[in-house]
Antibody, heavy 118, light 110 residues
Framework: EVQLVQSGAELKKPGATVKISCKVS????????MHWVQQAPGKGLEWMGL????????VSAEKFQGRVSITVDTSTDTAFMELSSLRSEDTAIYYC???????????WGQGTLVTVSS | SYVLTQPPSVSVAPGKTASITCGGN??????VHWYQQKPGQAPVLVVY???ARPSGIPERVSGSTSGNTATLTISRVEAGDEADYYC?????????????FGGGTKLTVL
């Protein structure tokens, strides 16, 4: 059974950095891209970027370029998403999701709530 | 940037058919995927590659494309189908990977 288990909720102050983890099991970690998706309260899904665990190469959406870093640790089958210079608009649930190649997102993590507040 | 356009809301009576559209560029060259999201839950894939269903998704859920419009159709709608639905494509016009989601459609079962 494929599982993506994310780290717990975070409370951060404006200007801070948050790092969320996503530990996978049930498939070969390096076989599939790992994506990160943001969902602000009451809003839709927004793709943040992806990483290829095979070589660690990451691509981010234009909106988040310069603030997001997506990395992997293949020794623990874990992906990470780090978002810096946090502002109130970054308050959201962040999901990791994976799928084969340039196809669908077949499996999703449970989501991690990040609250940015002074 | 690439935009996928969905109606904000669709309402349907139980037992009837719901159609949720997704306007894009040219679905002859791009594959569309659809997700269902219920309140407080992560999204779930319900249709992939335009019209394929993952295991566990009932046959009354189907997808289709025509020109620049993709459609998710749910037949014999049940109360449990009430959820937000999102379409998704890979933006292949770019030199690097980019993924786009539609704005989402809230399906209300009357």
């Amino acid at each position: 059974e494929v599982q993506l288990v994310q780290s717990g909720a975070e409370l951060k102050k404006p200007g801070a950095t948050v790092k969320i983890s996503c530990k996978v099991s049930g498939y070969t970690f390096t076989d599939q891209y790992m994506h990160w998706v943001q969902q602000a309260p009451g809003k839709g899904l927004e793709w943040m970027g992806l990483v290829d665990p095979e070589d660690g190469e990451a691509v981010s959406a234009e909106k988040f370029q310069g603030r997001v870093s997506i990395t992997v640790d293949t020794s623990t089958d874990t992906a990470f998403m780090e978002l810096s210079s946090l502002r109130s608009e970054d308050t959201a649930i962040y999901y990791c999701a994976t799928g084969v190649g340039t196809g669908s997102f077949d499996y999703w993590g449970q989501g991690t709530l990040v609250t940015v507040s002074s | 940037s690439y935009v996928l356009t969905q109606p904000p809301s669709v309402s349907v009576a139980p037992g009837k058919t719901a159609s949720i559209t997704c306007g894009g560029n040219n679905f002859a060259t791009e594959s569309v995927h659809w997700y269902q999201q219920k309140p407080g839950q992560a999204p779930v894939l319900v249709v992939y590659y335009d019209n394929a269903r993952p295991s566990g998704i009932p046959e009354r859920v189907s997808g289709s494309t025509s020109g620049n419009t993709a459609t998710l159709t749910i037949s014999r709608v049940e109360a449990g189908d009430e959820a937000d639905y999102y379409c998704q494509v890979w933006d292949t016009r770019r030199s690097h990977h980019a993924v786009v989601f539609g704005g989402g459609t809230k399906l209300t079962v009357l």
